[in-house]
Every structure is written in C-alpha cells, then in structure tokens.
C-alpha cells in the first residue's frame, strides 16, 4: 500500500479526489462506477484485475462479512459490494485514506454496505469469530510484526473462514531498489520469504487453500496502474509522489528475482 507523502485536511483530501476524477472527464455529481474509479482507487500491483482474480479464486459469497485490512480507498471493498453485494468493513491506518474512502462510497453508492473504520491491522477493533472472510492486498509488507497480523486475522475469522490475500515476498536476492511503492528506504521495507510466510500463516492457525507465485504471470502484462496516467487520465499520480520511479523499480525487483509476487487463500479451520 503506497502511503501518502502527506496529510491533507479533510476538505483538502476531497478536493484533491475530486479534482483528479473531473481531470478524467468524469462526473461527481453522477453516479460513479468501481470500474471507472479503478485507476485511482486500487493501490496494488495488477490493480482492479490483480482485484478481479482474487475474488475469483475467494468465491466469496452474498451472505459473507468481509473484512479488508489496509484498504487505502476502498477499491477493493467497493469492487467486492457491487459485484457479489456482500457487506466489508475497512480498516485503515491513514486518515487521509479513510476520508477519501467515505467519498469514493457515496459517488459510488455504496456506503449502506462499506463501513471504513480507521485503526491498525495490529489490533483489529472487531470480536472474535466476527467475518466469513478477510481480504488483504500489498499491506503485509508495510507490517514487521508478522505474526501479530496473522493472529489478528485467525482470531477475527469465524470457523472455516477464509484469508485472501495477494502480497511481495522477499526473493533470492536482497531488494536494492529504492524507492519502491511500499518502501522508501531499506528500513521501511519488512517482506519475508514465501516459505516464512507460509510457515507463520501455520502457526497462527491458517490452511492453505490455495497458494501461487504470480510473478511471472504479472510481468508477461502490461497493467493498468503500472505506470503514471497521462494528463487528463484518473491514476494513482493523484496521491502518490515519484509513481513513475517506484513502479520501474518494483518492475525490475520482480525481473531480477529480488522480490515475488504471491496469491493465496488460507482457512481457519
């Protein structure tokens, strides 16, 4: 998840959204689909398809709680409510993100089923055995404290719940590129390797369902939000500095093997 370089007024915060999405050609004032805001609002490698083939493999269903931890402005969230018509509940750390989220809910309407909720991934505000399934995409390597995530997510799944997930893992080679889009600088990069990832995700109490490297897959295309929009096009340039520079490099860390990029679906049992 790509952190804003700063932090806007509430009102600021809007205007900035609103601005960009008039700049695409778009209008606010009418009702606004997921798919027009896609763009903007999926602030993850592969974007709105990276987001279209998770749900896929999740099969999530109408009658499901969704949880979705680190989800920026609600993308993810609001592809989710239109297309299966489950209810998600937010949780995310910036307040910036959360404003936005709550606007991009209204131009969409959908904030009768998206409630966004601004709190840490490290201490979920939610009971136990609360959601049918927790969804997560690019924010895992935001978080050091790994097993701490992992039991949150195991604590607050109902029995045979399930975690979605698509994240970067650490590759072969040590990350020597920076900035990228989830880290400035060495020191604020935390991703472990697949094998470690796996092996926690055991030890809190999560199956594997299913679990794949997508590397190659995501480098053979040439994705939406892979690089900065043109003038008078809706992109992630709206909120994040230096895109073109951070997506090149995240593009040749994956080349060189330096990090992977996996999918996967655990169950609580």
Request: charged share 25%; hydrophobic share 40%.
């Amino acid at each position: 998840m790509s952190g804003l370089q700063t932090h806007y007024s509430a009102r600021g915060i809007e205007a900035r959204i609103l601005a960009g999405i008039r700049a695409a050609g778009l209008n606010p004032e009418q009702r606004l689909s997921p798919e027009e805001l896609g763009a903007l609002d999926h602030f993850h490698t592969g974007g709105l398809r990276a987001s279209r083939e998770l749900l896929e493999v999740t099969q999530i269903r109408a009658d499901d709680r969704v949880l979705d931890i680190g989800a920026g402005l609600a993308g993810s969230a609001r592809l989710l409510a239109s297309s299966v018509g489950c209810r998600v509940d937010c949780i995310e750390m910036s307040p910036d993100y959360c404003v936005g989220a709550v606007l991009l809910n209204r131009l969409t309407g959908l904030e009768d089923r998206i409630k966004v909720h601004e709190g840490s991934a490290l201490e979920l505000p939610f009971a136990d055995d609360s959601f049918d399934v927790v969804w997560m995409q690019n924010v895992g390597m935001n978080i050091a404290d790994k097993r701490t995530l992992y039991e949150e997510i195991s604590r607050v799944l109902k029995p045979g719940g399930r975690y979605a997930f698509q994240e970067m893992t650490a590759g072969n080679v040590a990350t020597s590129y920076f900035p990228l889009p989830w880290a400035s600088e060495p020191a604020d990069n935390f991703l472990v390797s697949a094998e470690e990832m796996q092996s926690l995700l055991g030890e809190c109490g999560l199956i594997a369902e299913l679990f794949e490297d997508t590397s190659d897959a995501h480098l053979s295309r040439t994705t939406a939000n892979a690089t900065p929009a043109a003038a008078g096009q809706l992109g992630l340039a709206v909120f994040v500095d230096n895109l073109a520079q951070k997506a090149a490099n995240a593009r040749r860390s994956l080349e060189e093997g330096q990090v992977r990029l996996v999918r996967g679906v655990f169950r609580v049992d």
